[in-house]
Nanobody, 115 residues
Framework: QVQLAESGGGLVQPGGSLRLSCAAS????????KAWYRQAPGKQREVVAS???????RYADSVKGRFTISRDDAKNTVSLQMNSLKPDDTAVYYC?????????WGQGTQVTVSL
């Protein structure tokens, strides 16, 4: 069973930065497809950014140019660098990993962008 653990959330002012990290359990394979999702109050969960085994990345239009996803397969981690944060970025952020039909989620970390 793959376990994912996020860290790095918190409260930040508009225009600030945060870095989220997600560590997979030591026993899990290191080359899964990985992504970050978020869910704001009253809204559906949405994909923010994804990174394939090849390193190819995709971003939601709302975060392009501000967020950067990266992976370190040696450490079995995936990170999300978030810059120029806006109040609309406030949400619970979830780490996601997939290998074929097997899907895994982290428990989520709160990001709040406010004065």
């Amino acid at each position: 069973q793959v376990q994912l653990a996020e860290s790095g959330g918190g409260l930040v002012q508009p225009g600030g930065s945060l870095r989220l990290s997600c560590a997979a359990s030591a026993s899990s394979p290191r080359n899964y497809f990985k992504a970050w999702y978020r869910q704001a109050p009253g809204k559906q969960r949405e994909v923010v950014a994804s990174i394939e085994r090849t390193g190819y990345t995709r971003y939601a239009d709302s975060v392009k140019g501000r967020f950067t996803i990266s992976r370190d397969d040696a450490k079995n981690t995936v990170s999300l660098q978030m810059n120029s944060l806006k109040p609309d970025d406030t949400a619970v952020y979830y780490c996601y990993a997939q290998n074929g039909p097997a899907i895994y989620w982290g428990q989520g970390t709160q990001v709040t962008v406010s004065l």
